[in-house]
């Protein structure tokens, strides 16, 4: 089971992910919320950024996405693709 | 600030760099592919600020890159690494900056540095995986082992670039990103927002200047060590 302090790792890690590839500034990722829309509400995250942001979390938090697992809803909001996250790195 | 070098692949290349006869001779070997772009603001000026600080840096093009005439999907992983050969020996290079995707390029007996190296094999997924996205967009569902299959018959395009059938198999095989005497410099360390990942190209004189800083201060350490030790 995930504990608190792996969730709070795993938010801060993924946060500074998406600030590295949108070039976001950090008041505006440290803003974000579960509900915080992303695929289709970000310009700044497009098809391209999305392969990237793909690979960095597997390079960062050592997991494998597969393609199927790839879909709307693990990045339709902040929150979906944190809970995501962590189901997988709980599973690996 | 910029020539033609003797590349010997294809005769002739267009490079960016300086080159005043110093002691310190430094070969840049950027990111692959679509990472180049977003990283050449940030090398062109760094390696103004590397001249500023003693240091000759040279920045070449490769078969395939840049400003070459060469047809990128002709090109696979050997033609580059015997180019960064050649560039080495050329400018009588005493170290290496790989980044990234460039650091499968590295001369094996020449010190340097890398920053976040990335194997061959994890760039083609990436690639891959932008493509799938893509082709989904456009209502074709290809998965990343179809597309690869498909590649390693005909080629590939990836996110624009062609990619033979040669480069993608030098490209799965490539998982030798670390070099065994190459400093790994992190971006921590170079206070860098990785500019790689950047989904626009950037332009921050303030991360060229550390780089540059980080740079100047190990080249610095070593030419006065390997002084002492001769």
């Keep these: 089971m995930a504990t608190r302090a792996t969730c709070a790792k795993s938010d801060t890690i993924l946060r500074q992910i998406l600030r590295d590839i949108l070039a976001l500034d950090e008041d505006r990722v440290a803003a974000f919320t579960s509900d915080t829309g992303l695929f289709g509400h970000l310009p700044e995250l497009d098809s391209m950024a999305v392969a990237s942001l793909l690979t960095e979390i597997e390079d960062r938090f050592d997991i494998m996405i ?20 962590e189901a997988r790195r709980t599973a690996s | 600030m910029t020539g033609i070098w003797p590349c010997p692949l294809d005769g002739h290349e267009y490079w960016f760099g300086s080159d005043r006869g110093r002691m310190a001779r430094l070969l840049i070997l950027p990111p692959l592919f679509a990472e180049a772009n977003r990283c050449r603001s940030l090398l062109t000026a760094m390696i103004r600020q590397l001249d500023d600080c003693g240091i000759d840096a040279f920045l070449p093009d490769f ?125 921590d360390a170079l206070q860098l927002s990785p500019p790689w990942l950047r989904a626009e190209p950037g332009h921050d004189p303030a991360q060229a200047e550390e780089m540059a800083r980080a740079i100047c201060a190990r080249l610095g350490r070593k030419l006065i060590f390997n002084t002492i030790e001769v």
């Design chain 1, 66 to 85: 597969e393609d199927d697992e790839v879909d709307g809803d693990m990045l339709e909001t902040y929150g979906a693709l944190l809970a995501f996250v």
């Design chain 2, 63 to 187: 078969p395939g890159w840049n400003e070459s005439l060469a047809p990128l999907q002709k090109q696979d992983l050997q033609n580059w690494r015997d180019a960064a050969q050649a560039a080495t020996d050329h400018w009588q290079i005493t170290h290496f900056l790989a980044l990234r995707g460039g650091a499968e390029l590295c001369p094996p007996a020449l010190p340097g540095f890398t920053v976040s190296p990335l194997s061959g094999k994890k760039q083609l997924r990436s690639m891959i995986r932008a493509q799938t996205i893509l082709e989904r967009e456009a209502g074709r569902h290809r998965r990343s082992e179809e597309l690869l299959q498909m590649g390693l018959q005909d080629g590939l395009t990836l996110a624009g670039f062609q990619i033979g059938p040669a480069m993608l198999r030098d490209l799965l095989e490539a998982d030798a990103a670390a070099h065994s005497s190459a400093e790994e410099l992190t971006i």
